[in-house]
Every structure is written in C-alpha cells, then in structure tokens.
C-alpha cells in the first residue's frame, strides 16, 4: 500500500510540474533539429517557422542540422532528447519511409514522438525530355511497353518520396523502367533536361521552373487537386493513374512524454504562422501547399504513411543505397 502512495505522489508531482513548466514555456531558447544539410526545403521551412515562433514566443527557436544516414542520424537523438519542449525536430517523408527502407533506424516513428503539426505538403511531378513523343502519363507507359529496355528514370535518390512514386508508376503499369538514381533533385532534373536520362520522378518546386521554360514535359502531379503553379497539368488521377497521390511532408515533432500543453501550444502558433501573407508567399514559392493539422490528425497521417511506403517498398524490392 505504502509503495502505491508513493507512485501516486510521484505522479502527481510530475503531472504539477509538467503544468508549471507548460505555463512558463519557453523560458529558454529552444532546439530545432533538422535531420538534413543546410538550404533543402525541409531546412528552409524550419527556419521559416523558427524565426516566426521566436518572434511570436519571445525566446529564441534555432535550427541546427544534424544530417546523416538519410535523416536517421537526428531523429534517433531528438528520439532519446528530454520531452520538455526544449528539443524538437523538423522532419520529411524519410521519416516515415526509413523504417521499412533500413534494417534498423535508432527510433521509432509512432512511441518516440509527439506529433505537434503536418506544416506543409509539396507533390511529386512526372516529367520528360520534350524530345519523348508522349504526351500523358498513359501513354508514356504504352511508349515504355513498346519499348523494353530502352528507357529508364531519374530519381533525387534511394527512398526519397519522387523514387517511390516512380516505383507506383512502373509497378502498376508493369513496366520494364529502370530508376536512375541521383544525389538530389537538382541533378536529376539537369540530367532529363539534357536528354540523358528521358523520363524523370522529381518533386514538383525545383522542376517548376524547367516546365513553364518547356525544357521539360510534365505530365501528371502526385496531388489530389492540380497545383496553381502549373494548372494544365493533371493529376495522377486525371492522368489515370488512380491511387497513386503521393507528396513530400514537412512536419514538427517533439519527443514522446511532451506535456500536451507545450504541444498545443505550439500547434496553436503554427496555425497562425502559416496564415501570414509573407510564410504564404514564401512556401507558394517553394511549392508547398499548406496543411497546419492537428496534433491528432498528424499522428493519424504518420500511421497512414508508413503502412502506405513499407508496402511499395517492398513490392518494388527496394534497399538502400550501396546495400546488398
């Protein structure tokens, strides 16, 4: 009985300190850690948003990058970081690609994470060589058909959500196309737009530029709605190529055991962040769309997309770069 008072004191004690520390958050600055070099757009988003909350909070929110191991590096330390609110992470789409991609990654992606808020959202685009003679993604796939062997894709990269969604397009088209893989969408793009590489999967913000010049073909985008960057272009869907919505995701996470005050906190200043007309333009450039979910929603969404890529993951036998 004596040890049953203690643990109930004990929980009390931490649930009367998690509101304390919840009613004077944040009293320091506080860490963002984004898993990846500096100037992607999942850095460019985290300081977006950091340099907004310090400004909204009152105490300083900073980036620091901690690439490596395709994100795995700084998720698995933000995983073992104290859950007070002082360390939080920015994270893309690896984060719930790398665990069915990797043997083993230093975190788990639903029990080591509070999810604070799906910030923003950017499709995928499939594009070719204007010199390629088809027109729609139906019939690239009749023109791959006709011609077995002969074409191949770029991708920015193993598991990165544009590969993935080349692998969608060839798997439900049963297609004999080979991805070509790139350190990055930059040099992907270049490589179809040279006419090496005739097709590529990129996401859509560095590939914009390149279609509205006609050095590239678009043919279908991986979002459920068309995007007004390139409002001619259709949608997976359009293109007839049902079920195959795909997109790379932006989110905020603080480690598991965050007091939810702390979390809706946050959450609250996100929702009001990506409302002002500047973060607005700004992620319109980038060609995000804007999401700002709930806690709720996105911890719902994480579940939703690890089922989805560990089953195109393993259907397209897919193993990280240089394993065996």
């Known amino acids: ?23 004077t958050y944040p009293d320091r600055p506080v860490k963002v850690i984004v898993p990846f070099a500096p100037a992607g757009p999942t850095d460019v988003i985290a300081r977006i948003v950091t340099d907004k909350l310090s400004a909204s909070l009152g105490k300083q929110f900073y980036v620091e990058n901690r690439p490596g191991a395709g994100g795995n590096t700084g998720t698995g330390a933000v995983a073992t970081s104290p859950a007070d609110g002082y360390t939080l992470i920015v994270v893309s789409t690896g984060f719930m690609v790398n665990p069915s991609l990797f043997a083993k990654v230093p975190y788990d992606p639903v029990k080591d994470f509070a999810p604070i808020s799906l910030i923003a959202v950017s499709p995928n685009v499939i594009v070719v060589h204007p010199s390629v ?31 993935l969604s080349g692998e969608m397009f060839r798997i439900s088209q049963d297609l004999d196309l080979v991805a070509v893989q790139f350190s990055g969408a930059g040099p992907a793009i270049q490589n179809t737009v040279g006419g090496h590489t005739p097709v590529a999967v990129t996401a859509l913000p560095p590939a914009a530029p390149q279609i509205k010049e006609g050095k590239l073909r678009a043919l279908a985008v991986t979002s459920e709605k068309r995007v007004a960057t390139l409002p001619d272009v259709p949608t997976v ?16 996470l603080a480690p598991a055991g965050t007091p939810k005050a702390i979390i809706d906190l946050i959450h609250g200043e996100i929702v009001k962040i990506v409302a002002l007309p500047d973060v607005q333009k700004r992620l319109d450039e980038l060609g995000f769309q804007i999401v700002a979910n709930t806690p709720e929603a996105f911890a719902d969404q994480i579940k939703t997309e690890l089922e989805r890529w560990a089953k195109v993951i393993h259907d397209a036998k897919i193993k990280p770069e240089g394993a065996q």
């Open 237 to 252: 869907a359009e293109a007839g190529l049902a079920g195959q919505e795909a997109y790379t995701l932006t989110g905020l």
């Open 133 to 163: 003679p088809a027109q729609s993604a139906k019939e690239l796939a009749a023109l791959v058909k006709a011609n077995p062997g002969k074409y191949s894709y770029a991708s920015p990269g193993v598991g990165s959500t544009p590969h």
């Open 1 to 23: 009985m004596k040890a049953l008072v203690r643990t109930a004191i004990a929980v009390a004690t931490l649930a009367v300190a998690g509101a304390a520390s919840a009613e």
